[in-house]
T-cell receptor, first 114, second 109 residues
Framework: DSGVTQTPKHLITATGQRVTLRCSPR?????VYWYQQSLDQGLQFLIQ???????AKGNILERFSAQQFPDLHSELNLSSLELGDSALYFC?????????????FGPGTRLLVL | EDKVVQSPLSLVVHEGDTVTLNCSYEVTNFRSLLWYKQEKKAPTFLFMLTSSGIEKKSGRLSSILDKKELFSILNITATQTGDSAVYLC?????????FGAGTRLTVKP
């Protein structure tokens, strides 16, 4: 158990809908990262927040957005969902700001868009 | 374009064998290379490498980075069935973290 928690574990929704995924980092970690893992694209970095501010942006679609709250938990919002958004979404956390450091992954949220 | 290539994509060995997994990369402003093990769910951290030629070891696993030739290897000696997993290589700079497609290792009893 990495200490990173994610809810929900599973989510089934329809095309065009909007969902919110939630992540609580390890105690004391200031950075939160979001990743998407699909069968055809592998693990892709979406976005990083550090102490409430966006720090780095990867392959995140405009339909997706994220934020980190004062208590350091983070939410990833996915809107206008398409079939291709079906994937495993991981959150990870680390103590400090630099992107390229050891990250501790949560168990993931499996999203299925029908 | 930045990329991370892992080889082989899949490997089947028997318990006790030694395996070498490869990761080559082209990433601008390289900061570090990380190895993760992914079994059923979340990736778990194995090693982070930032300097060339310095071997990192943890039990039967070891890894080394060559920043001149832009690659890293992950060695697993005396493999066990519990080593069966997908091994992911990730390379990062200040703005992005790129993952390879992974090597699926299957260790047969």
């Amino acid at each position: 158990d990495s200490g990173v928690t994610q809810t929900p574990k599973h989510l089934i929704t329809a095309t065009g809908q909007r969902v919110t995924l939630r992540c609580s980092p390890r105690s004391g970690d200031l950075s939160v990262y979001w990743y998407q893992q699909s069968l055809d694209q592998g693990l892709q970095f979406l976005i990083q927040y550090y102490n409430g501010e966006e720090r780095a942006k990867g392959n995140i679609l405009e339909r997706f957005s994220a934020q980190q709250f004062p208590d350091l938990h983070s939410e990833l919002n996915l809107s206008s969902l398409e079939l291709g958004d079906s994937a495993l979404y991981f959150c990870a956390s680390s103590p400090t700001g630099p992107l390229s450091q050891t990250q501790y992954f949560g168990p993931g949220t499996r999203l299925l868009v029908l | 374009e930045d990329k991370v290539v892992q080889s082989p994509l899949s490997l089947v060995v028997h318990e006790g064998d030694t395996v070498t997994l490869n990761c080559s990369y082209e990433v601008t402003n390289f900061r570090s290379l990380l190895w993760y093990k992914q079994e059923k769910k979340a990736p778990t951290f194995l090693f982070m490498l930032t300097s060339s030629g310095i071997e990192k070891k943890s039990g039967r696993l070891s890894s080394i980075l060559d920043k001149k030739e832009l690659f890293s290897i992950l060695n697993i000696t005396a493999t066990q069935t519990g080593d069966s997993a997908v091994y992911l290589c990730a390379v990062g700079n200040n703005n992005d973290m790129r993952f390879g497609a992974g090597t699926r290792l299957t260790v047969k009893p």
